[in-house]
């Protein structure tokens, strides 16, 4: 799929060749530029929170976050984790790297108290207010070591004109943006057309990529079949 638009600043031309139709587009500052940046939020709010389901988009690894801790320091258990992290997307945090990595279990924050006296290598996200990772206490941690995990995140918000989108259909975000200037019109086509986009981007969300073999096989596909 070809993409239309990727930055705020494209949402903000298209959405007013929709609904203006001229070519004099906002600027920001304007109060037109505002309010579309607000529904253009709005519609990055309901995409993420689209129920039962996870966005590819939206996992991610420690190492391409803006923010987070990212390196050990000596004898610290307790790292930061980036602001827009959501819950762990792996069982094991590495430290280290190339090949000489070490593994540690991610265990649930629930059963911390079964491990109190133990000495092995697991962690523990501690989800509170600013979420942070956890090392076994009872475990000397070495400095200087890479941390590395996978995570999914929160969307990221729509700031300036060169903000991109997560969402693989943009165009999502300009009709249901269309959709709500026209709400008083009682025009609900803009709304028919964002709810096509979304439905389309949750059957992409799902389907697999190319020459990717299903996870059950067949013998066809070379897989083991029954």
Not at 51 to 71: H, Q
Not at 190 to 196: F, L
Request: proline share 4%; aromatic share 14%; glycine share 8%.
């Amino acid at each position: 799929m070809a993409v239309i638009i990727s930055t705020l600043d494209d949402f903000i031309t298209y959405l007013n060749t929709l609904y203006e139709t001229d070519s004099d587009a906002p600027s920001s500052g304007d109060d037109d530029y505002t309010t579309w940046t607000s529904l253009a939020n709005i519609a990055v709010n309901l995409w993420e929170a689209e129920e039962g389901v996870l966005w590819r988009e939206l996992f991610v690894k420690l190492t391409d976050a803006p923010d987070g801790t990212k390196t050990t320091s000596a004898s610290v258990t307790s790292y930061s984790c980036p602001t827009l992290f959501s819950f762990p997307a792996s069982g094991y945090v590495w430290l280290g790297s190339g090949t000489n990595k070490t593994k540690y279990k991610i265990i649930d924050q629930k059963d911390i108290q079964l491990y109190e006296n133990d000495l092995g290598y697991w962690c523990y996200f501690l989800m509170d207010g600013s979420p942070t990772l956890e090392f076994n206490p009872n475990l000397t941690i070495t400095g200087s070591l890479t941390i590395n995990y996978n995570y999914y995140k929160k969307a990221t918000k729509l700031t300036t004109g060169a903000s991109t989108f997560e969402m693989s259909d943009p165009l999502f975000a300009v009709y249901y943006a269309l959709s709500e200037l026209r709400r008083e019109e009682g025009d609900t086509s803009a709304s028919s057309i964002a709810t096509q986009k979304l439905e389309g981007m949750k059957t992409r969300n799902i389907m697999p990529s190319w020459f990717q073999h299903q996870t059950s096989g067949s013998e066809d596909d070379g897989g083991f079949g029954i």
